[in-house]
Structure formats: C-alpha cells, structure tokens
C-alpha cells in the first residue's frame, strides 16, 4: 500500500500531464503553472464549454486510459476531481 509521499507525488504528476495534455488538446493559452488545481473545467474557471467536454474526456481516454460515463459530471467539476477520478479509476483495474 502506497504511503502519503507516494500518493502525493503521484497525485502531482496526474495533475502536471493532465494539465499538458488539456492544454494541448484544448488549444487553451495557458501554462501548466498557470492553471491551479481547484479551477473549474467548464464554465467560469476555464472559459470552457459543453463543446469542451467532450475533448476533455477523449484527453482522459487517450492519456490516461480512464473512461469517464455520460452523466459523470461530478469527475469534471475541477482540476482536482478529475485527477481524483482518473487516481481513483486507475487504481481499480
């Protein structure tokens, strides 16, 4: 079983790529420094849209092999539950 420095430090390197990649994916002018962990995804936070989302769950599937069900909104909330999500469903299989 993983201790806290682990988990922390894997915690950190989800969120550091996920930031990459949504970037990227996105095309979204920021920098992985720029965008702190509770920023919401949609709306306000980002600046993004439904339109968005759907990019941002294909990012999941690719980059991380995490499938997010329709309906899962809750996983999209913030930087932080969808970092949590992807930990969580990747600790499942």
């Given at each position: 079983m993983?201790?806290?420095?682990?988990?922390l430090s894997?915690?950190?390197?989800?969120?550091?790529?996920?930031?990459?990649?949504?970037?990227?994916?996105?095309?979204i002018?920021?920098?992985?420094?720029?965008i702190g962990?509770?920023?919401?995804?949609?709306g306000s936070?980002l600046?993004l849209?439904?339109?968005?989302?759907l990019?941002i769950v294909l990012c999941?599937?690719?980059?991380?092999?995490?499938?997010?069900p329709?309906?899962?909104?809750?996983?999209?909330?913030?930087?932080?539950?969808?970092?949590?999500f992807?930990?969580?469903?990747?600790?499942?299989?």
């Amino acid at each position: 079983m993983p201790n806290n420095q682990q988990k922390l430090s894997r915690r950190r390197e989800v969120s550091l790529l996920l930031k990459e990649k949504l970037i990227e994916a996105l095309d979204i002018p920021y920098e992985p420094r720029d965008i702190g962990e509770d920023i919401a995804l949609i709306g306000s936070g980002l600046g993004l849209d439904s339109l968005d989302v759907l990019e941002i769950v294909l990012c999941v599937e690719n980059n991380f092999g995490v499938k997010i069900p329709e309906g899962q909104t809750l996983a999209l909330r913030s930087l932080n539950t969808l970092a949590d999500f992807i930990i969580s469903e990747q600790d499942k299989k």
